[in-house]
């Protein structure tokens, strides 16, 4: 049931003017980057190399601080100092809303596929997941790695190592997913595979995608699109 | 299979198998020399206590600051006339070297003294005074293959061997025994002798027995100013060859521990620098910089522990061939004392923390992005 008047739906991520320079701002990266993200949005960040989509979904992700301007998730501003406002921790972000894919998947070779799936929960402390094998278990047969779940990073392919990575990332059910090039080094037919893969986890539990790519045909699957050009949104 | 925290960090560390089977043999090195050193000397001064508490020595009289004590025989008859004491024998002790191989305790025993009751006179008999006539320790014996009717010779004198004797205390057992009077001839401590051996009389009915050794204590002071009479504890751990032993095996060890220490620091600091990129993995995943500190100590303690564990089989492995050496095992028993096993543990744990705890730290403050981008 919808209403007319209804109050408009606050952005889960919202970013403000947001700049980062490096090298005490001889390099700017950002340049003045504002965007709503909704919750349960599949964005695309697209751009060339250097055009700074890779430090806004680092800002975005809360892995470094923004030089001026801020990122509120849930109209709360992330990190340390916001003009004396209640802000959130980014380990704290990261730890539960934010999940991380990567390009090169970052799996740890000492583990294996069902122990690298739980490493985020060991962060916290203490044993509050008990369940945690059952959980990584699950989510790789989600996957299609149930085969798979005592094998070493180096004994599986790009594409399920992939996998692994996704299911990582979603074990502490994260409102936000992150991943960056997720598809740069992968063969088409694992490219296809991993995007479904995301698009099945986005519809499936709303989970919010932000997908950073330089390929305009993936980001063409995205609900929005947005390009970078120079430290700026472009279109 | 479940991933614990502890499981993790111990996979971290076994991954590099051959670097740190090469850390673990550093570490058991210095813990193996902190063992062995420090188990030897605490093995040297249990034996000085087992000596003087099978003999049933109460308090011994010494000089009251010098560690290596003189004391005038003179005094005998003043310490017969305090009501506590029973029995004063005095004793001279001092090492010597028997053959270039074989250093041994010699002492100077009145004839009549009641540490001969703590003896067991396996073949011959005891010494008479006057005459240049030894008693061996059985292990001294062995070692130099004498017996009854031999000869040995001392500071350019022949004594003959009298009697094989056996003690409880390893440090007896591989001892000569010589006339007081010899000994002070040998020595050239006419009219002196390291110390009085002390048996007390029974507590009377009302004082504890503490009160009593203390009423002793305190009447030997106040009659001989300059002598204290310590109680045989006291005198074991007080004896200037004990204190030498202690101070030696503490310094040699703590070099060999600042070694090991310098060992797990390296090889953290290394494998933190490996997984600069696995480190900004887990940041990115909301692992706090004091969870990373704490992985990164936990490997290290972990190296020390297991270090120390090779340390001690190492340590425990030297003081029993210290132990069957002719050189040494008069003066060092095969066991482990409790205590330093507990301690060269604890030290190895603390080794682990401390040395880990830099490398710790400079993972922890690794920016997560920058991790990330490292190669």
Known sequence: MSSANAAPQPFLIEVRDLKKSYENGTIEALRGVSLGIAAGDFLAITG??????????????????????????????????????????????????????????????????????????????????????????????????????????????????????????????????????????????????ILEILAQIQQRHGTTLIMVTHDLNIAATAHRHVAMRDGRICN | MRLSFVGFAWRNVWRRRLRTALTLCGI?????????????????????????????????????????????????????????????????????????????????????????????????????????????????????????????????????????????????????????????????????????????KPAPPGISPDQWRQQAEDAVEKQLPGLRAIPAAERASNNQLVVLAHAAAWGTSLIALLVAALGIANTMAMSVFERTKEIGVLRAMGWSRGRIMFLILIEASALGAAGGLVGILLGWGALHALAMLPQTASIVAAGLPVMTLVEGLAMAALVGVLAGSIPAWRGAQLSPVEALRHE
């Open chain 2, 28 to 200: 058991g090195m210095g813990i193996g020399a902190f063992v062995a050193l420090v188990g030897f000397s605490r093995s040297f001064e249990h034996a000085w206590l087992e000596m003087y508490e099978s003999a049933g020595t109460d308090l011994a009289v010494v000089q009251k600051t010098f560690l290596n004590t003189s004391v005038d025989q003179d005094v005998a008859v003043t310490l017969g006339k305090i009501p506590q004491i029973a029995t004063a024998a005095p004793m001279i002790f001092n090492m010597m070297a028997v053959t270039p191989e074989v250093n041994t305790l010699v002492y100077g025993w009145k004839a009549d003294t009641f540490e001969f009751s703590a003896l067991n006179i396996l073949s011959g008999r005891h010494f008479r005074e006057g005459q240049q006539e030894a008693l061996l320790g059985e292990l001294l014996a062995g070692s130099l293959n004498k017996k009854v009717g031999d000869t040995i010779d001392l500071q350019g004198s022949s004594f003959t061997v009298v009697g094989i004797y056996r003690s409880n205390s390893a440090l007896e057992s591989g001892a000569i025994i010589l006339p007081l009077d010899e000994m002070q001839n040998l020595s050239g401590m006419t009219g002196k002798v390291s110390a009085f051996h002390l048996q007390l």
């Open chain 1, 48 to 193: 060339a190399s250097g055009s700074g989509k890779s430090t806004l979904l680092h800002l975005l992700g809360g892995l470094d601080v923004a030089t001026e301007g801020s990122v509120l998730f849930r109209g709360q501003p992330l990190g340390t100092t916001h003009n004396g406002a209640a802000t959130l921790d980014l380990d704290t972000y990261r730890a539960r809303y934010a999940g991380f894919i990567f390009q090169s998947f970052h799996l740890l070779p000492a583990l294996t596929a069902l122990e690298n799936v739980q490493v985020p929960l060991l962060g916290h402390g203490g044993d509050r997941h008990a369940n945690r094998e059952e959980k990584a278990r699950a989510l790789l047969v989600e996957l299609g790695l149930e085969h798979r779940l005592r094998q070493y990073p180096t004994q599986l392919s790009a594409g399920e190592r992939q996998r692994v990575a996704i299911a990582r990332s979603l074990i502490h059910d994260p409102q936000v997913l992150l991943a960056d090039e997720p598809t740069g080094n992968l063969d088409s037919v694992n490219s296809a595979k």
